[in-house]
């Protein structure tokens, strides 16, 4: 049993393509590149009056177009093929001789490749008391269709400027006001021409129209101005140029427009016509006139809309931008690149969309002894909330980062951080149900002297490595929660782990925020969006195809390697070790006096080896006396480690069992401290490292005093130092500049 509204078989058969044109009351006529007719419909052959089926030899002027309309009919052409559409106004001579008004809308036909392969027409008689109104309404309404769908000022302007060129006018200038000038930002002319140097002021020009030129009329008194015949009147010209070439061309009318929104003159649109074409009528006239200020005013609107768009977008991007590193620091050891770009707009979501920066950051962080910690992370959201979370994250890890802590524990104390800049928010019952922002972050610590890489993931993308031309991601095997999600109960320090890596000499890393890969497919794809797994492959092969080229070819190439709009900001940050081996020297001593002339002359022999000037040596040697005697002094009065205690005879009291002769020396006589030296670039760092556990600190030494100021000389005369804790001990390290100072 069929339901109501069902369709019968027989008439379901005839719903195909050719019985609806069939039956269809309008004329559609298909061409293919060359504007040979491939088919007409037989309403087609009904209006043209001219039976019997095309064989795709007939040209489209043998529809019967009159001779002074086959220009019209070639600009039909040339702007359909290139993408647009036209509609316009043709006189047709029938097949027997009756002449009729035709009007006529044609668009492109496209491939499923998105190509157009040639022109799709639709047509019906039409009045020639309406044609010119039809004609003009048509084309303010495609206007407002393409500026609707624009949020940049150089893009409206031009999608104004395509549509207005050829169909009704000839020339097109349109200028924006910039800092109390007028600056030319459009100028199109019919049929690809341009005109000659010194002639017309080309794009970028400013502009200034002479006292009592028609243009400067229009500015003055924000009305729009026609010039109905330039035979008849005489204006002042901006320059003898611009003179010069509206007589070769022949200018025959012109019409000009005040850009005006919210009170304010943005700017000027110029129309004109030439003896470039031939025109049913040369000339313009009142109706023209108030129909270009129609336009003038959508114009103005979108030009308004597209400049706050813009205003707003530079500021945002540029809160962006001042977050993240304006200069990257020179490393040994490391060659990097960075970018950072933010999302496209989305047009069709209009305003609410119009700020596409966001949380996406990046950064290089100088730590001790040369080595170097690398951020990525990436704020969920995007918009200025994002980015001004992201800017309070960047400082809390550059601050957290100071203290060489391992990559594990620095997560951790920015998890706590995350929960701490999220805005307090209760509910009716005065419950605490704050929402921390969810972030991911890697962080990473390079040793470019040993090539050992420790890092420690929190939710984020693993860097891509490459390797002799094979690009794969790092195999990270604990990847602990995004920051802020960390359950109650939880402690950070269970779910974030280090991890640690050799990076083999000339590896690259190319750490990457999901902006890189999720992207918006292009407009005029037809096909299914890429998988997480197929845009990342993309990824690899593009990069793996020029992995021997510098760091700078990598970055902008993985820009580009996905397709796609670019749907959420995105960060790239390319980091690769170099080839050779950097210069060091590294020695243990006992920790005795007498050792720290041995230490002095071990760090005087390889600073005169790495040709270290005379007096970076002398400096150099003075502070690692006075670090080394530091730490021998400290040495004898370091916690005694626990040991398991073995002696002869019965057991003593327990009073007595720690008073046993000489144990004390014998454990200060273990005591052992290694001096590390590394040669950079620019300087030379030096390492201390011994098994206490207590960090030094600057004692303000009294004038009699005859200890306490070794830290303050090398607070002093190194250009940093520092102390970090190690499995053992701690390490005490300055760096002496090799150049000076």
Not at 556 to 569: C, L, Q, R, S, Y
Request: net charge negative; glycine share 8%.
């Amino acid at each position: 049993m069929k339901r109501w509204g069902d369709l019968s078989q027989d008439t379901a058969d005839h719903l195909t393509a050719g019985s609806v044109l069939d039956h269809v009351e309008m004329a559609v006529v298909v061409t293919d590149r060359f504007s040979n007719v491939l088919y007409w419909n037989p309403f087609a052959e009904r209006l043209f009056g001219r039976p019997g089926l095309p064989s795709g030899k007939e040209s489209l002027l043998s529809l019967g177009i009159m001779e002074k309309d086959h220009p019209l009919a070639v600009e039909l052409a040339k702007h359909v093929l290139r993408g647009g559409v036209w509609e316009g106004t043709f006189d047709v001579v029938r097949g027997d001789g009756t002449m009729i008004y035709v009007r006529a809308q044609a668009v492109p036909l496209r491939h499923q490749s998105g190509s157009v392969t040639g022109i799709v027409i639709t047509a019906r008689e039409a009045m020639r008391s309406n044609e010119r109104e039809k004609d003009r309404f048509g084309l303010l309404e495609r206007i407002g269709e393409r500026l609707a769908g624009s949020l940049y000022v150089e893009e409206t302007l031009n999608r104004v400027a395509e549509m207005l060129v050829p169909q009704f006018a000839d020339h097109c200038f349109i200028e924006l006001v910039e800092s109390d000038r007028l600056v030319r930002k459009v100028s199109t002319h019919v049929n690809g021409w341009s005109p000659p140097p010194d002639t017309w002021r080309p794009v970028g020009a400013e502009i200034r129209y002479p006292a009592g030129h028609y243009a400067d009329t229009a500015l003055r008194r924000q009305e729009t101005i026609l010039v109905e015949d330039f035979s008849e009147v005489s204006y002042p010209s901006p320059s003898e140029g611009a003179a010069r070439i509206c007589g070769e061309v022949g200018m025959t009318s012109a019409i000009v427009a005040p850009l005006c929104a919210r009170g304010e003159t943005l700017g000027l649109m110029y129309l004109g016509m030439s003896n470039l074409t031939d025109r049913r009528s040369p000339h313009y006239d009142a109706f023209d006139r108030d129909f270009v200020g129609a336009i003038a005013t959508r114009v103005a609107l979108a030009v308004d809309n597209a400049l706050l768009f813009e205003e707003e977008r530079h500021t945002a991007e540029s809160f962006q931008k001042h977050l993240l590193p304006r200069e990257l620091p020179s490393l040994d050891g490391l060659e990097i690149a960075v970018r950072y770009y933010p999302a496209a707009p989305l047009a069709s979501h209009g305003q609410g969309i119009q700020t596409q920066v966001g949380g996406d950051w990046y950064d290089v962080i100088p730590l001790s002894a040369g080595r170097v910690g690398i951020v990525i992370g990436d704020v969920e959201g995007r918009g200025a909330k994002a980015a001004a979370v992201m800017g309070q994250l960047r400082a809390a890890l550059r601050a957290f980062a100071q203290d060489d802590k391992p990559p594990a524990d620095i997560l951790a104390r920015l998890d706590e951080w995350t929960r701490i800049v999220a805005a307090p928010e209760r509910d009716d019952f005065g419950a605490d149900i704050t929402n921390p922002p969810i972030v991911t972050c890697q962080y990473l610590v390079y040793d470019a002297w040993s090539r050992q890489l420790s890092f420690a993931n929190a939710g984020h993308a693993p860097p891509l490595l490459i390797v002799d031309g094979t690009v794969a991601e790092l195999d990270i095997t604990e990847v602990g929660q995004p920051l802020g999600v960390r359950a109650k109960g939880m402690h950070a320090d269970l779910v974030y782990k280090e991890e640690t890596r050799v990076l083999p000499p000339g590896a690259t890393l190319l750490l990457y925020t999901d902006g890189l890969v999720d992207r918006r497919p292009p407009r005029d794809s037809d096909g299914p969006s890429l998988s997480e797994d197929e845009t990342l492959q993309i990824l690899c092969d593009k990069v793996a195809k020029i992995s021997a080229e510098p760091v700078e070819r990598i970055a902008d190439v993985a820009t580009i390697a996905v397709p796609g709009e670019i749907d959420d900001d995105m960060a790239i940050l390319v980091v690769r070790s170099v080839g050779t081996e950097l210069e060091f020297e590294e020695q243990t001593f006992p920790a005795q006096p007498i050792m720290v002339s041995e230490a002095r002359r071990m760090a005087s022999e390889a600073f005169a080896s790495w040709q270290v000037p005379e007096e970076r040596v002398e400096l150099a040697c003075l502070l690692v006396s006075e670090v080394v005697t530091n730490v021998v002094l400290h040495a004898a009065s370091a916690s005694i480690p626990r040991r398991e205690l073995v002696l002869d005879g019965p057991p003593l009291p327990f009073d007595e069992s720690w008073d046993v002769p000489g144990f004390e020396e014998e454990i200060a006589g273990d005591k052992e401290f290694t001096l590390r030296l590394r040669r950079g670039r620019e300087s030379i760092w030096v390492e201390v490292f011994d098994q206490d556990l207590r960090l030094p600190r600057i004692r303000s030494a009294g004038e009699n005093d005859e200890g306490g100021r070794g830290l303050y000389l090398v607070d002093q005369l190194a250009k940093r130092w520092g102390s970090r804790p190690t499995r053992e001990g701690k390490a005490v390290w300055f760096e002496i500049p090799i150049g000076g100072r």
